[in-house]
């Protein structure tokens, strides 16, 4: 074999490994799924091997799945707004102190050591009927029974922006990281105040980290499972708690396959939007 050959062969050879993970732990599962789709659930309780497209066109034409699905995005779309809001500034003032960026850093690193069902159960025990925060209204006479605050929309979205507010703050500090502070300062020597500075030159420039943690905000809050059961209600589940439902609860793996494979799709548009206009290196820069 040639120089030339063997050099060729070096980069498959080193990236082997990952493309095997990746084939046998998401493409070959991710093809079962799509083959499973196409079956049907018979009376008796057996899958019906073959070609059929009443689970699709169940998951496409109810309106029940339908209601759902736009329910799971706006949820994802409110829960994606208010980590922008508040992840913003948090991200703007780790990238500008000086001198504490890591401890900073690490403190906002520190919810990822706890387990995310643990962390998202602890809202049980501050919003509970018993918890901390009626514990300390009955205590200061602003109510007089407690409030029930838990398993409603509010408290999911409480939930959710709790779990993906640290992704927005990465994503956002890592475009500010590369954004050269003596640009404010040169708007500031042309006469522009330090509001007109930030809206006209680091806001833009940020645009890119804010739009990779909004995108990963949405995409995560649109497949998550566990907050919609512990903080919501029966009104409040989400399109991956059908999914969990079809299931296993009814061990309607055909059905369940097509409802996860068309939450797959819409949320694999919006991916292919995202990089098609502003490409995937800076969701990249701010996962790693």
Avoid at 207 to 225: E, H, I, M, Q, R
Avoid at 257 to 262: E, V
């Amino acid at each position: 074999m040639s120089v030339e050959a063997r050099e060729a062969r070096q980069p498959w050879i080193l990236l082997s490994p990952a493309l095997a993970a990746v084939l046998l732990l998401l493409l070959i599962p991710l093809m079962f799924i799509v083959v499973y789709s196409f079956w049907l659930r018979s009376a008796m309780g057996a899958d019906q091997v073959g070609f059929y497209l009443d689970n699709w066109q169940k998951a496409l034409s109810d309106r029940f799945y339908r209601d759902i699905l736009l329910n799971t995005l706006k949820i994802a779309a409110i829960t994606t707004v208010i980590c922008a809001l508040m992840g913003y500034p948090a991200a703007y003032f780790i990238a500008r102190s000086k001198g504490n960026k890591m401890i900073l850093l690490l403190l906002l690193m520190l919810p990822f050591w706890i387990s995310y069902i643990i962390r998202t159960m602890s809202w049980i025990n501050i919003l509970g009927t018993s918890g901390a925060l009626n514990t300390l209204l009955l205590y200061a006479g602003v109510i007089s029974s407690p409030v029930q605050m838990l398993y409603n929309e509010a408290t999911v979205i409480l939930g959710l922006v709790h779990f993906l507010l640290p992704f927005m703050v990465l994503n956002v500090y890592v475009s500010l990281e590369g954004i050269d502070t003596n640009l404010e300062d040169a708007a500031n020597s042309l006469g522009a105040t330090r509001w007109e500075a930030f809206t006209q030159v680091t806001l833009p420039l940020s645009l890119p980290g804010l739009a990779a943690g909004g995108l990963l905000c949405f995409v995560l809050g649109a497949g998550t499972y566990i907050t919609p059961v512990i903080l919501g209600g029966p009104r409040d589940a989400m399109f991956a708690n059908l999914v969990f439902e079809a299931i296993i609860t009814q061990l309607n793996w055909p059905l369940g396959s097509a409802l996860s494979l068309l939450l797959l799709i819409v949320l694999g548009l919006l991916v292919a939007i995202y990089n098609r206009y502003l490409g995937m290196a800076q969701l990249a820069k701010g996962l790693g």
